[in-house]
Antibody
């Protein structure tokens, strides 16, 4: 069964760049059937879609974050990356990576969707 | 941006009773709404898409309804494993997917 594992610094200073990777346990990142996305959730709050990337490398970003976010895929390493520049304390969140069949909803097991377990990133000096 | 507003923030329900959760969109999203269940320390689990279609493996006690700007998730005969946070999400604009703030269902 597919596993996604987020990793990266748990603490980032304000105004710096948040960088995370998501390790994909199989070779599906090399296929054309899915999108690969990032979402986040501040403690005790709702979810926010950050953006997604498809097989051809086309990226789709949350308009409110698009000037600061970069999502990329390294197929040779089976990993997905997120870079978010100029972060603030308000962006302290659990960050999730996800594989999703459609650029619509997430976690459709019939379509092979999957989530990582999430990683907490705290933005603080 | 389409804003999704969920109410109430917290609903207290006894096991075996019905819970009704609401989600309102700031503009019409037709039936392009999904619902998720999230338990502490876990990623969300897809329950409903297209406003009323249950995802694979979701029990029939979960049902969704609504269209346009008003949506409802109903959980009949609440089980112990149903106490969780529930999120709605619109995908009418797939270039700007947005979620509600969540409703917590806790034990009365």
């Amino acid at each position: 069964q597919l596993q996604l594992q987020e990793s990266g610094p748990g603490l980032v200073k304000p105004s710096e760049t948040l960088s995370l990777i998501c390790i994909v346990s199989d070779d599906s990142i090399r296929s054309s059937n899915h999108y690969w996305g990032w979402l986040r959730q501040p403690p005790g709050k709702g979810l926010e879609w950050i953006g997604s990337i498809n097989y051809s490398g086309t990226t789709y970003y949350n308009p409110s974050l698009s000037s600061r976010v970069t999502i990329s895929v390294d197929r040779s390493k089976n990993q997905l990356s997120l870079n978010l520049t100029s972060v603030t304390a308000a962006e302290t969140s659990v960050y999730y990576c996800a594989r999703h069949r459609r650029l619509l909803w997430f976690g459709d097991s019939q379509q092979g969707d999957s989530w990582g377990q999430g990683t907490l990133v705290t933005v603080s000096a | 941006e389409i804003v999704m507003t969920q109410s109430p923030a917290i609903v207290s329900v006894s096991p075996g009773e019905r819970a009704t959760l609401s989600c309102r969109a700031s503009q019409s999203v037709f039936n392009n709404v999904a619902w998720y269940q999230q338990k502490p320390g876990q990623a969300p689990r897809l329950l409903i898409y297209a406003a009323s279609t249950r995802a694979a493996g979701i029990p029939a006690r979960f049902s969704g309804s609504g269209s346009g700007t008003e949506f409802t998730l109903t959980i009949t005969s609440l089980q112990s494993e149903d106490f969780a946070v529930y999120h709605c999400q619109q995908y009418h604009n797939p270039r700007d997917l947005t979620f509600g703030g969540g409703t917590k269902v806790d034990v009365k």
